[in-house]
């Protein structure tokens, strides 16, 4: 998907249901202005999964155990914000999750 900006300041907001999962990681976004156009992700109540962006984000977890996942290091940006809000949180460096041990 392509989200494209205008000349005014563009605000992307999303809020993601409790307990679902939101990847913007594919999402380009065509004539943005880092610093001055944002996108602001939030989640529910849940335990919500939030794949961040290539562009400048900021990620609110909320309440939960959530996992906030940076799918490359090269999609970090200055500027980015991951909170996982309260709960148990996890930030995920990479698309694929490390093994658990089992017991």
Do not use: K
């Amino acid at each position: 998907m392509t989200v494209t900006g205008t000349s005014s300041t563009t605000a992307l907001v999303i809020n993601v249901g409790s307990g679902t999962a939101f990847d913007i990681s594919t999402f380009t976004f065509a004539t943005w202005t880092a610093g001055t156009d944002t996108i602001t992700i939030t989640g529910a109540g849940g335990s919500e999964t939030i794949t961040g962006s290539t562009a400048t984000v900021a990620i609110d977890g909320g309440l939960g155990d959530d996992t906030l996942i940076v799918a490359s290091t090269a999609q970090v940006q200055p500027g980015d914000r991951y909170d996982g809000g309260g709960g148990t949180d996890t930030l995920q460096i990479g698309l694929v999750a490390p093994a658990q041990a089992s017991t």
